[in-house]
């Protein structure tokens, strides 16, 4: 076992954490899924508005790799197949019937999981559309499944703000992703890599986990991203050098698809939030309307309802959806009052990684930040203050320049295949001329992607 | 305070006024934290912003500002020999120092309006900072029309021609000092212009600034300083003549506690420009011919004397135009104190060479940061194939 102690980072003193405990979400009325959750997919629609879906049922497949689909989580009819612009897939609803009747595959799990067999995994995994679950470096894309990964990482922590407890959502499922890490150790010659919290707040149920290298790692956030994970362990070394990772939640789908022979979607995912009510884990079909199990408490009668973390999740309205992969559903006040002189404040009630404000003396106040942008964008200036929130050898202002100026070469030798949006949300977060961080390195990477995928 | 409906619409895109945007937009800006939303990306931010970041250099200048437009009052009441007390000292220096602000910061003001409505930007709060630091750097007796002509040198062609706050190489404070010193030489260099003067000068009052008294000593160098009065205590704590902001140490290095705690100075820069200075200061020692030299000046004395420790603290850490790797910091700051030293010991003719060296410096500071590059290019490279 090998042990990372990492000091760069920060975590947001974010209040509303979950409480410990999970509860049974009644079965949605309908669950939605998004094309955008898959990166890297083009999806071609294989469904239409009204027509009949079982679970497992495809309802879109990826135009390079045919056999790559994404199939529906419950049985039910076609609600509506949206369009975005130029009538790009937007997403496809399903109102459920109730009865989760199971679709029949052609490719069953195979019984015997051995390095004999993996065309048939992979060809059961993509079927079922249990093959998204895995993804892909370098670029962040889901898995291809005619790849071969050099090493496959499972992530078994989550330092993002109001994370779930890795160990909660694994609590019942030994069995299963035990399972299902046996299962991704036959898609990889190299090894799989298990990556915990090593800090005080690790979970000891991953010690027994078998047929894994573990490794550990302690430190603020992002210390527990696959990227940095990758970086420090084995790095990425080129365009080629494939690796595959997995989230514990996507492992313990693999598992129990081979133990129970039918696909199943049902995942445990946190509502948590300063303005969240009944803050809790419940048990839950990935794509579930999210009001059918979390809503804003009263106090806060205009929330974002965020699937996914504040810094990387995508807003979903109150509405919208959990997204495919998903184990939080965070909601925070939106912003509404101007404060007269608010950057004069000493500032008692607002969170910042800077130490210009009074609240840094507090370090165990949890705060219950709102949406507010907290002042105008402007050019970038070098505060040195994304190099303290990146742990990785990479310069990320220098990164972010040569992105800016389009140069691919250059984005290469900076590190951008060791990187993906999420590494750099943090940065995100605490720049002061409020860039849209994220948004130039998705830029960027799907640059370097689009080339790397001419090239084939 | 905000504008109303119907008259902020006017100001709207579409508006009959859309041209003059920026204005209202930089009043509201100024006097709120508005609600905007985040949208896309990170759904929270930092409650920290340029705006805030700025503001934490003006504060952190306010112990310069203030012990400055004490001392004015009290040269002056010296010089003529007469005995003021604290209050009279404060009064007079206010006399000096206000018109001087507001000089600076009508004139400067006016450019970074002019420029925004030019470009359809919103106002940048950089020249708070740029506009605090000018007078800090003046002597009292400049006359205000050179003042104006300065800041507008420093703020168009130090700023603006590259694209406004974010995009200047050079400091543009020290720009405008920079322009001064070459086109009113007069009015910023020699023993003379250090202090506001009366109609009548006692002559047991030494003019001189230490840093020229340094240039030709005679005798031991330390003791002919303190017979003129300079001892390491007085130009510690600023009760000489000098540039207005930068004769007390202990005011600047309460600055310098603010802008480190607050992590808005780098204190890589700061720390690497004293060692830099103290690194030839003591190769310098080494060499010095006599005691009488300028060369024997240790490294502490050029710490307290001129505007060491000033550039070093508020002009050596602006973040836009200094290094900006970690590594590349200490080799940017490091240089600033070494030529500073090298400019004092070894050129006398110009006895302050901080301004000079830091505005070297920002040339050299984009070379600096390629190398750190070029370097993190090859070590990931090497990391990759092994």
Not at chain 1, 428 to 434: R, T
Not at chain 2, 181 to 206: E, H, M, N, Q
Not at chain 2, 218 to 228: F, V
């Amino acid at each position: 076992m090998a042990n990372y102690r990492l000091k760069k980072g920060y975590d947001i003193r974010i209040a509303g954490e979950a409480e410990k405990f999970i509860e049974r979400a009644p079965l949605p009325e309908s669950v939605g899924l998004y094309p955008a959750d898959f990166y890297g997919m083009t999806p071609k629609p294989l469904v239409e508005g009204g027509e009949r879906v079982k679970v497992g049922t495809p309802l879109w497949r990826d135009k390079r790799r045919e056999s790559l689909v994404v199939t529906s989580p419950v049985s039910g009819t076609v609600a509506e197949v949206r369009r975005g612009e130029r009538r790009v897939l937007g997403a496809v609803v399903i109102r459920t019937d109730g009865k989760q009747h199971v679709a029949t595959t052609a490719a069953p799990p195979p019984k015997r999981v051995s390095s004999s067999a993996r065309g048939d995994i992979i060809g059961a995994l993509c079927a079922a559309g249990l093959f998204p679950l895995v993804r892909q470096r370098p670029f962040g894309t889901i898995a291809d499944p005619q790849a071969t990964p050099r090493d496959i990482f499972v992530t078994a922590m989550d330092t993002a703000p109001l994370a779930p407890d890795q160990g909660l959502i694994i609590k019942n499922h030994q069995r299963e992703f035990q399972r299902g890490i046996d299962v991704l150790a036959v898609l990889t010659p190299g090894k799989v890599h298990l990556c915990a919290d090593g800090g005080p707040g690790g979970d000891s149920l991953f010690d027994g986990v078998k047929n894994v290298e573990h490794h550990r790692f302690a430190g603020p956030h992002p210390a527990g991203n696959v990227g940095v994970h990758i970086h420090h362990v084995s790095p990425i070394r080129g365009a080629g050098d494939i690796v595959w990772h997995c989230t514990v939640q996507g492992v313990i789908l693999i598992g129990r698809f081979f133990i129970a022979g039918a696909p199943s979607f049902e995942v445990t995912a946190a509502v948590a939030g300063p303005a969240a009510a009944r803050r809790r884990y419940v048990e839950v079909l990935a794509g579930a309307e999210i009001s059918s199990f979390a809503g804003a408490s009263d106090a806060f009668p205009s929330a974002r309802f965020i699937s996914g973390n504040v810094l990387t999740g995508r807003n979903a309205g109150a509405d919208g959806f959990l997204g495919f992969g998903d184990n939080l559903v965070t909601i925070i006040p939106e912003t509404k009052k101007s404060v007269f002189l608010g950057w004069l404040s000493p500032g008692f009630s607002l969170e910042s990684f800077s130490g210009s404000f009074v609240s840094r003396l507090m370090p165990r106040r949890r705060f219950a930040i709102d949406t507010n942008r907290n002042g105008s964008v402007r050019a970038f200036v070098a505060t040195g203050i994304y190099e303290r929130l990146l742990p990785m050898d990479i310069l990320p202002l220098f990164l972010l320049k040569s992105i800016l100026a389009g140069d691919i070469e250059e984005m290469e030798k900076l590190g951008i295949l060791d990187v993906t949006p999420e590494d750099f949300a943090l940065c995100e977060y605490a720049c002061p001329s409020k860039t849209d961080i994220q948004r130039i390195l998705r830029d960027g990477i799907d640059l370097v992607l689009k080339e790397a995928r001419e090239r084939e | 305070m905000k504008p109303p409906g119907k008259m902020r619409s006017a100001f709207e895109k579409g508006g009959r006024l859309e041209r003059f945007w920026p204005l209202v937009d930089a009043a509201e800006t100024f006097f709120f934290r508005l609600p905007v939303r985040t949208a896309g990306g990170a759904h929270i931010r930092d409650a920290y912003d340029l705006k805030r970041m700025m503001m934490i250099v003006v504060v952190a200048l306010f112990p310069s500002m203030i012990f400055g437009t004490y001392n004015v009052g009290y040269q002056f009441y010296a010089s003529a020999g007469i005995s003021a007390d604290h209050i009279a000292c404060m009064l007079k220096g206010l006399t000096v120092i206000i018109p001087l602000y507001v000089v600076t910061f009508a004139v400067g003001g006016a450019w970074e309006v002019f420029f925004a409505l030019i470009r359809g930007e919103e106002i940048n709060e950089g020249f708070f900072v740029t506009g605090a630091l000018i007078p800090l750097v003046m002597p009292p007796a400049i006359p205000l029309w050179q003042l104006a002509l300065a800041v507008s040198f420093g703020v168009v062609l130090g700023k603006e021609l590259f694209g406004g706050t974010g995009m200047n190489i050079f400091n543009p404070a020290l720009v405008s000092r920079a322009f001064l010193f070459f086109a009113y030489p007069k009015s910023i260099s020699g023993a003379g212009v250090w202090t506001l003067t009366g109609d009548r000068v006692v002559d047991a009052y030494t003019m001189a600034t230490p840093l020229h008294l340094g240039i030709e000593p005679k005798g031991d160098i330390i003791t002919h300083l303190s017979a003129n009065g300079f001892d390491f205590w007085r130009m510690f704590t600023g009760l000489e003549p000098g540039s207005i902001g930068e004769t007390s140490v202990i005011a600047i290095l309460i600055g310098a506690l603010i802008l480190i705690i607050t992590g808005v100075g780098s204190w890589r820069i700061i720390v690497s420009v004293f060692a830099g200075g103290a690194v030839v200061a003591l190769v310098c020692n080494a060499f010095a011919p006599s005691p009488a030299s300028i060369l024997a000046l240790p490294a502490h004395y050029h710490f307290v004397m001129g505007g060491f420790a000033f550039g070093a603290v508020f002009m050596a850490t602006d973040p836009v135009s200094a290094a900006g790797t970690n590594s590349g910091k200490y080799v940017y700051g490091f240089l600033i104190g070494a030529l500073t030293v090298m400019v004092r010991t070894l050129n006398p003719a110009y006895p302050e060479g901080m301004m000079l060296a830091i505005l070297f410096m920002n040339l050299f500071a984009p070379l600096i940061d390629y190398t750190v590059v070029q370097l993190n290019m090859k070590r990931r490279v090497r990391r990759a194939a092994g």
